[in-house]
Antibody, heavy 121, light 107 residues
Framework: QVQLVESGGGVVQPGRSLRLSCAAS????????MHWVRQAAGKGLEWVAL?????????FYADFAKGRFTISRDNSMDTVYLQMNSLRAEDTAVYYC?????????????WGQGTLVTVSS | DIVMTQSPDSLAVSLGERATINCKSS??????LAWYQQKPGQPPKLLIY???FRESGVPARFSGSGSGTDFTLTISSLQAEDVAVYYC?????????FGPGTKLHIK
């Protein structure tokens, strides 16, 4: 059974940075694209970023994340990261790490439990 | 960006009755459409992928249909444990986008 465990969330001041991690167990992340999806309290799901695993490790971002957030992965550690810079109050949300069933452009078949990021002064 | 809309926003159905949730995309996503169920305090769970393929372990009362721009999630006989918010998602092109969700209640 695949388990994804996020860490690194917390309270951060506006303009500061935070790095989220997502560690997988029960299965390797190789051959799977990985996503970050966020959800503000009481709101819907909002896709953040995707990194493929097609050899090119292509990165894709939501408009709000471009230039501020960076997704990366270390397949040897079965870990995915989300570096978030210049954080804003509107970035406050639960951030989910999620596994794509394929190497990219597939459905998400596993989700972590999420880590809460609160941006507040 | 592809905009996903869902209808209704909220739905109340009696136990044992059929529940139908609609999802529409602003342009064709072919069959690159998934449905997720999210219960309070939990991450989403994949129900349907490729518009109509049921994920392993998902009860047969859940079914998906549609292609192009119009999709439907049907729960044939509502059970108490189906109370949740349901989201559609297109993964045809980035940015990947979700519908706003449909909250399903028991009548």
């Amino acid at each position: 059974q695949v388990q994804l465990v996020e860490s690194g969330g917390g309270v951060v001041q506006p303009g500061r940075s935070l790095r989220l991690s997502c560690a997988a167990s029960g299965s390797t992340l190789s051959n799977h694209a990985m996503h970050w999806v966020r959800q503000a309290a009481g709101k819907g799901l909002e896709w953040v970023a995707l990194m493929s695993d097609d050899g090119a490790n292509n990165e894709f971002y939501a408009d709000f994340a471009k230039g501020r957030f960076t997704i990366s992965r270390d397949n040897s550690m079965d870990t995915v990261y989300l570096q978030m810079n210049s954080l804003r109050a509107e970035d406050t949300a639960v951030y989910y790490c999620a596994r794509d069933r394929g190497r990219g452009y597939s459905e998400i078949d596993y989700w972590g439990q999420g880590t809460l990021v609160t941006v507040s002064s | 960006d592809i905009v996903m809309t869902q209808s209704p926003d909220s739905l109340a159905v009696s136990l044992g009755e059929r529940a139908t949730i609609n999802c529409k995309s602003s342009q064709s996503v072919l069959n690159y459409l998934a449905w997720y169920q999210q219960k309070p305090g939990q991450p989403p769970k994949l129900l349907i992928y490729w518009a109509s393929f049921r994920e392993s372990g998902v009860p047969a009362r859940f079914s998906g249909s549609g292609s192009g721009t119009d999709f439907t999630l049907t729960i044939s006989s509502l059970q108490a444990e189906d109370v949740a918010v349901y989201y559609c998602q297109q993964y045809y092109i980035t940015p990947i986008t979700f519908g706003p969700g449909t909250k399903l209640h028991i009548k």
